[in-house]
């Protein structure tokens, strides 16, 4: 059974910081792009980071750029969003997303609650 468990969030204030884990089951996430998005009330859900399966490169959406960092142990088959310097615009619930584009597969987590406030 594939899952997808989010991990890690939480009631922040601004300028804290967490960290979001996503362990993943019954596949092989090194073999797929790992992403993290996040969906605030009443808006789109965005991208807001994303590692690649073969070469880790990893991209940022410019409002996490320089506070936000992906990265994967693939050894424990799980990918982490360090989150620092948080804002109340953070606040969001924030999803783990696995895509093989080569078997058009795409999996999602159920997703964590990260409220920054005061």
């Known amino acids: 059974q594939v899952q997808l468990v989010e991990s890690g969030g939480g009631l922040v204030h601004p300028g804290g910081s967490l960290r979001l884990s996503c362990a993943a089951s019954?596949?092989?996430?090194?073999?797929?792009?790992m992403s993290w998005y996040r969906q605030a009330p009443g808006k789109e859900r965005e991208l807001v980071a994303s590692?690649?399966?073969?070469?880790?490169?990893?991209n940022y959406a410019d409002s996490v750029k320089g506070r936000f960092t992906i990265s994967r142990d693939n050894a424990k088959n799980t990918v982490y969003l360090q989150m620092n310097s948080l804002k109340p615009e953070d606040t969001a619930v924030y999803y783990c997303?696995?895509?093989?584009?080569?078997?058009?597969?795409?999996?999602w987590g159920q997703g964590t609650q990260v409220t920054v406030s005061s």
């Open positions: 019954g596949f092989t996430a090194s073999r797929y792009a």
């Open positions: 590692i690649g399966s073969l070469d880790a490169n990893t």
């Open positions: 997303n696995a895509f093989r584009a080569v078997i058009k597969e795409n999996y």
